[in-house]
């Protein structure tokens, strides 16, 4: 099963090659439509699961710094992985919006060379998943945290906030 798996992606990979032509630094290729269709398809998915992850994960904010030295290991793991997340988000958006505007065009294009875009861009899309899974992960935790903290009775309890 896997070798037939494996076989099948040699065989849809081979179909996306594009023709090129590199002279140094400059290089003249063909745009590749499965290429566009495939990093467009990326670039929307990698935002919906950026909103699913957040969504699932809730809203774990800390304030100021002072907050962030009192509060427990997980709500400092979340925010972490909810600023990395963010970062890896634009980064991941960003070479692979590159990708799909080298392939968007119809016409063969010249131009400095492209270095790899869109695999670069998948790259980050599965680094995102980890920390979008970390996230979610330590919100979970930090959530029952404040459960067994602030009974359902008493309401949700914040850190008191100080002044500026």
């Not at 962030?68 to 890896?88: G, Q, T």
């Not at 998943?129 to 009775?153: H, Q, W």
Request: net charge positive; aromatic share 10%.
């Amino acid at each position: 099963m896997q070798l037939y798996f494996n076989l099948a992606m040699v065989k849809m990979l081979s179909n996306l090659k594009v023709q090129n032509l590199t002279v140094w630094i400059v290089e003249c290729r063909d745009p590749s439509y499965p290429a566009f269709k495939l990093g467009f398809a990326a670039a929307v998915l990698l935002a919906f699961a950026h909103v699913i992850a957040n969504f699932l994960g809730g809203c774990h904010c800390v304030r100021s710094r002072e907050e962030l030295d009192v509060v427990s290991y997980n709500k400092r793991l979340a925010f972490a992985s909810l600023v990395l997340s963010w970062i890896a988000l634009i980064t991941g958006i960003s070479m692979l919006i590159a990708g799909v505007m080298a392939n968007s065009s119809s016409r063969k294009s010249c131009g400095i060379s492209h270095h790899r875009y869109l695999s670069i861009g998948g790259i980050v899309c599965f680094i995102h998943a980890m920390f979008a899974a970390c996230y979610y992960i330590s919100a979970t935790a930090v959530d029952r945290e404040e459960k067994k903290l602030n009974p359902p009775g008493m309401g949700h309890q914040c850190a008191p906030q100080t002044p500026v």
